[in-house]
């Protein structure tokens, strides 16, 4: 197996390896977010050759990440008033921790899993691209604020469960793009009206954005994951609520952007099984 050499915190941003998947581990390991983005929006290395059967051995420090914000369980997030200047701020910055943990998932299902279709490691790499994007949008929103990504504390949930699916793809693609990211599908509308309501029309903006482009990023992991249940000669809904089981992951509960799930790839058999009743056919 290939491996790579953690990148320390003061080193700069590392020149492209003239492979795909083994570049996408070198930015996972960078512990500076902002620098992460930034490499990924402003180099064109989405052109590298992929090798599919390249088989990495897991370095020490996945994923790479700066001191700061503290990471805590969600029990300890205070909850503040969105009204309020503080209340504002942390609502931006748990977005922002959201946006920092979705670059280092997207890269590490593209190092990670070998053996895949070329077209797999180049759709999630494309994935990490948008997420830095968002990153920066939302870091930029939190400075107008008068803060920076760290300043609050934050929770470990979208890591957590990648760290638990780490042996199998089909369980990655299972629980993280098509559970937990899809939720942020139900939520983001009515975190945009939060931030209506205090006159926040940069942020709701920047939520817009980053709406359209978290269904592409749902119906990505939809489609592999359809993919490889076909591969594997599996049923998608059965193999779910496997999967779910076996790895611990949260219930679900309503109410469903259903618009935003059946614009991400979401049948309406899945659908049904998620709201827990039939659903007409759209």
């Known amino acids: 197996m290939t491996s790579i050499t953690p990148v320390p915190a003061s080193m700069p941003v590392p020149t492209p390896t003239p492979e ?10 960078m512990p500076d977010t902002q620098a992460k983005a930034a490499a990924l929006t402003r180099h064109a290395t989405d052109t ?7 088989h990495l051995s897991e370095p020490a420090g996945v994923p790479g990440r700066p001191p700061l914000p503290q990471l805590v369980h969600p029990s300890a997030l205070a909850t503040r008033a969105v009204g309020s200047t503080q209340g504002h701020a942390s609502l931006i910055h748990a977005l922002t921790h959201i946006e920092a943990n979705a670059i280092n998932l997207a890269l590490d299902i593209v190092w990670r899993f070998a053996d895949l279709p070329e077209a797999f490691y180049r759709d999630w790499f494309a994935v990490a691209q948008e997420e830095a994007q968002h990153f920066e ?16 504390p934050a929770h470990d ?3 957590d469960m ?12 299972a629980l993280v793009p098509r559970t937990l990211e899809a939720r942020g599908l139900d939520v983001t509308p009515a975190i945009r009206q939060k931030l209506v309501s205090v006159g926040d029309k940069a942020g709701a903006k920047h939520l817009d954005i980053i709406l359209r482009d978290e269904i592409g990023h749902v119906a990505t ?12 000669a599996l049923d998608p809904i059965a193999s779910y609520t496997t999967l779910a089981h076996e790895h611990a992951a949260p219930a679900l ?7 935003a799930r059946r614009a991400a790839g979401f049948t309406t058999d899945e659908l049904s099984a998620l709201c827990g009743t039939p659903l007409a056919v759209n």
Request: hydrophobic share 40%; net charge positive; with cysteine.
């Open 20 to 29: 795909l998947r083994a570049h996408a581990l070198q930015l996972l390991l």
């Open 48 to 54: 590298l050759p992929v090798d599919c059967g390249l």
């Open 137 to 152: 949008l939302l870091q930029g929103h939190l400075r107008s604020l008068g803060h920076s990504y760290g300043d609050f």
């Open 157 to 159: 949930g979208l890591w």
């Open 162 to 173: 990648a760290a638990r699916t780490r042996s199998d793809v089909l369980a990655r693609l």
């Open 221 to 232: 992991g939809n489609r592999w994951y359809n993919w490889l249940c076909e591969q594997r």
């Open 253 to 259: 509960k309503g109410p469903f952007n259903l618009k």
